[in-house]
């Protein structure tokens, strides 16, 4: 979630690993039962202090571009990251897979944050209605209409890649 919402492997792990913090320091007396929705409504108040941070920095910084191989720059793909899995027998399938992905992954940057939340907590974290509407601060209302709303436009995005 918090890569999607960010674009960065990095800056989702660090907003991931902030939440995880916040969720220790101020509720590791609640019950085992709070913690995945205490945790995700963490997690999104980072995404959304993260948004705002870089709308700052986007203006007053948006002009200071890294240079290609400076530090914060792009850096050269890793080639044990980019090296094939033994493991996998079909790699025709493994690239239609990876292709189908990639077209949800386009597909979900293109809903609505409040969407995007609430089918992610839903669909990939298997939450119920109450726990994702305690996790993004709304009424569970409001969750089965994003959710819904999610559902029909990815319907429609992905048409053509799932029946």
């Given at each position: 979630?918090?890569?999607?919402?960010?674009?960065?492997?990095?800056?989702?792990?660090?907003?991931?690993?902030?939440?995880?913090?916040?969720?220790?320091?101020?509720?590791?007396?609640?019950?085992?039962?709070?913690?995945?929705?205490?945790?995700?409504?963490?997690?999104?108040?980072?995404?959304?202090?993260?948004?705002?941070r870089n709308r700052v920095r986007s203006r007053i910084f948006g002009w200071?571009?890294?240079?290609?191989?400076?530090?914060?720059?792009?850096?050269?793909?890793?080639?044990?990251?980019?090296?094939?899995?033994?493991?996998?027998?079909?790699?025709?399938?493994?690239?239609?897979?990876?292709?189908?992905?990639?077209?949800?992954?386009?597909?979900?940057?293109?809903?609505?944050?409040?969407?995007?939340?609430?089918?992610?907590?839903?669909?990939?974290?298997?939450?119920?209605?109450?726990?994702?509407?305690?996790?993004?601060?709304?009424?569970?209302?409001?969750?089965?209409?994003?959710?819904?709303?999610?559902?029909?436009?990815?319907?429609?995005?992905?048409?053509?890649?799932?029946?």
């Open positions: 979630m918090a890569e999607l919402a960010t674009g960065s492997r990095d800056e989702a792990l660090d907003l991931v690993q902030e939440a995880m913090f916040g969720l220790v320091r101020k509720y590791a007396d609640r019950g085992e039962g709070e913690w995945g929705p205490l945790f995700h409504r963490i997690l999104q108040s980072r995404i959304r202090d993260w948004y705002r200071l571009r890294p240079l290609p191989g400076v530090a914060g720059g792009d850096d050269p793909p890793d080639p044990i990251q980019q090296a094939p899995d033994p493991a996998d027998p079909e790699p025709s399938r493994a690239v239609a897979n990876q292709a189908a992905i990639e077209r949800l992954d386009e597909a979900l940057l293109r809903l609505p944050a409040r969407q995007q939340q609430a089918f992610l907590l839903r669909t990939w974290e298997g939450m119920d209605v109450a726990e994702t509407a305690f996790a993004m601060g709304c009424s569970q209302g409001s969750v089965k209409t994003h959710y819904s709303r999610a559902v029909h436009r990815l319907r429609e995005l992905l048409e053509d890649h799932w029946p």
